[in-house]
């Protein structure tokens, strides 16, 4: 009896047991007592900890503020200046009008439209619960964009099997009315709590091949909303926290080597991932018909079930009543955001950030000031048409009413409902590369990993994204985005290679996870519906990573390579002692490596297509 409560003890203090294991396994690090040491002790065991969050994820990125400064690897002040930069506001920005949208509703009137427009055969209403949940993930949470689809795809589950049921019982296929599914009352508890309605035992031998057939469709529905939230993230810089990851260390790295930024913009990210990530939709679509849908895909289907789908989208439409003036002032505000991210830069062309010019004729505005008004303007902006004035209503009786002004949002609102812990997550990561790249650790793992010199670089390319959407299955992405940036940096200029190729493709294929429930947010809210299993969600993920790491590998040596200019390394890195401070390393004495070895990848990729 003493033996079960032993272990059942260390099972309740496992937390504790992994933070000291977290600190004691690394050890050696801090006996060696270089800084490069010091500094990967706190690189490894923050990785620990990251990897079996024991503690929160938030809670280790603060890590560095302390741990840092006591080992005498940087100043406090470095270490906390770190935390918030210009891409942390950036990211904000998009938070607080991804909070707008959904206080007006705005999303849901979006995802629901264009799941009608798209019809209601198996394979259309596919497509029609994967385009909303991508298109909204670009621009909030993909937690948020796979919440928001969750009622829809919950209604489409358990009306499918009830027409299956009431086909083989000789009933109606009455579209039922189901209040749990409620747009404005959804929860995760909620969707735990119907598992049993969407993942029912059958006993009728007879009926079981169709039921079976329906119940493979809701999950190849479900499994449709988790993996378009998490491609539609790579779209933009804000879609996904690895995307500022890449921001904001490229450019330091930049700024430390005398350029202003890495070059990064808005625009040029979407024209880059956009196609990128239309692809790998359009893909993950043809696969989950093939692997869920199969022959189906291919007919026009029972009208039963394809009216039973019309009624369900029609009625969580009509829910949302007529468009709001709320909505319409978010719709508005969010339009000229992506207008002014988009067209503030544009390459080769300029834009409205041209008009902001200091003493040294270069532009003081950038994505995170656009990002910033425009949230601002949503806590005076009115949600309603205000009651004031000219437009003071009366009541019945003839009596005026009380003058009011709404706003869009206040900060109550966006206390509560703003994901401030995913700010200080990203400060971790950058504090964290900043120390690496400081102290040099960084370097010194670029130099090691010089033995993959002999790959060419689609290859080396291809295998690092291979591991990375691996690792990614298991630990935060943005964790991962933040431990490799600084390596991949380095380890890009020891090779001769442009440091943004390495970089970008890294980066996206932290996103990349479709395998297991632990690696996203989507993957783990779909997974608790109960309508998969983790053998469906890993089988089927496992093809899905294979091809977008194919799909990645060809975009960054294409289209990605003429947009940021991969074929010629920047002159601010040819004779810089980064990329010669490797113990037999040869500097670059022209910008022809780079070339070179892009224009090899492009001979092979073109050789090898039909």
């Not at 500094?39 to 302390?66: G, K, N």
């Not at 790959?455 to 291979?466: G, H, K, R």
């Not at 200019?565 to 910008?591: H, M, Q, R, Y």
């Not at 490596?593 to 039909?610: C, E, F, K, R």
């Amino acid at each position: 009896m003493a033996c079960p409560i032993f272990f059942r003890s260390l099972w309740a203090l496992r937390s504790i047991i992994l933070i000291v294991i977290a600190f004691l396994l690394p050890i050696s690090f801090l006996l060696d007592g270089t800084l490069e040491a010091r500094c990967a002790y706190v690189m490894v065991s923050m990785a620990i900890l990251w990897l079996t969050e024991a503690i929160p994820i938030t809670v280790t990125a603060m890590i560095p503020m302390f741990l840092l400064p006591m080992l005498t690897v940087q100043p406090g002040k470095v270490v906390c200046g770190n935390y918030f930069n210009d891409t942390s506001m950036l990211f904000l920005g998009g938070l607080i009008v991804g909070v707008a949208m959904e206080e007006v509703n705005l999303h849901r009137r979006i995802a629901m439209g264009i799941t009608m427009l798209l019809g209601s055969s198996p394979n259309t209403m596919m497509l029609g619960l994967m385009l909303p949940t991508w298109f909204l993930s670009m621009w909030i949470s993909n937690t948020a964009a796979t919440s928001m689809m969750l009622p829809i795809l919950v209604a489409v589950s358990e009306q499918t099997l009830q027409v299956e049921k009431d086909s083989e019982a000789g009933g109606t296929t009455e579209p039922k009315s189901n209040g749990s599914t409620d747009v404005q009352d959804i929860h995760l508890k909620e969707v735990e709590n119907s598992k049993s309605k969407l993942d029912p035992q059958f006993d009728d031998a007879k009926s079981g091949s169709r039921l079976q057939d329906s119940i493979r469709l809701n999950k190849g529905f479900t499994l449709s909303v988790a993996y378009a939230a998490n491609i539609g993230g790579i779209t933009t810089l804000t879609g996904t926290p690895p995307n500022l990851v890449l921001q904001g260390q490229a450019d330091q790295r930049y700024q430390d080597a005398g350029a202003p930024d890495s070059g990064i913009t808005y625009a040029n990210w979407m024209g880059f991932a956009f196609p990128l990530s239309l692809i790998m939709v359009v893909l993950a679509w043809c696969w989950l018909q093939l692997v869920f849908i199969r022959c189906g895909c291919c007919k026009t289907g029972d009208k039963a079930k394809q009216n039973m789908m019309k009624a369900i989208v029609r009625r969580e439409y009509h829910k949302l009543g007529h468009i709001k003036f709320g909505e319409i002032m978010v719709l508005i505000s969010f339009t000229v955001l992506a207008l002014l991210w988009l067209f503030r830069d544009l390459p080769d062309v300029g834009g409205w950030g041209d008009g902001f010019i200091d003493t040294k004729g270069k532009s003081t505005v950038r994505d995170s000031t656009a990002s910033i008004l425009v949230a601002s303007l949503l806590f005076v902006l009115p949600k309603q048409v205000p009651n004031v004035l000219c437009w003071n209503k009366r009541t019945e009786s003839g009596v005026l009413e009380i003058p009011k002004y709404t706003p869009i949002l206040t900060w109550k609102v966006a206390e509560k409902k703003v994901a401030w812990g995913v700010l200080v997550l990203l400060g971790g990561g950058f504090a964290l590369a900043d120390a690496c790249t400081k102290s040099g650790l960084s370097r010194l793992v670029g130099c090691e990993l010089r033995i993959l010199k002999d790959l060419d670089p689609w290859v080396l390319n291809m295998v690092l994204c291979f591991i990375v959407a691996g690792a990614t299955e298991i630990t935060s992405n943005t964790a991962t985005a933040s431990l490799l940036m600084p390596i991949m940096f380095e380890l890009s200029l020891t090779m001769g290679l442009h440091p943004l190729y390495l970089m970008i493709s890294t980066c996206i294929a932290c996103s990349f996870a479709f395998m297991l429930p632990v690696a996203t947010p989507p993957n783990a809210i779909v997974f608790s519906t109960g309508t998969v299993r983790i053998p469906d969600m890993a089988t089927t993920g496992l093809v899905l990573n294979i091809i977008a790491v194919g799909v990645l590998t060809l975009a960054i040596n294409t289209w990605g390579s003429a947009i940021f200019k991969l074929d010629t390394l920047p002159a601010i890195f040819v004779n810089s002692t980064l990329a010669s401070s490797c113990p037999g390393a040869v500097i670059v004495p022209e910008a022809t490596s780079t070339a070179a070895s892009i224009n090899t990848t492009l001979s092979v990729l073109t050789s090898s297509t039909p």
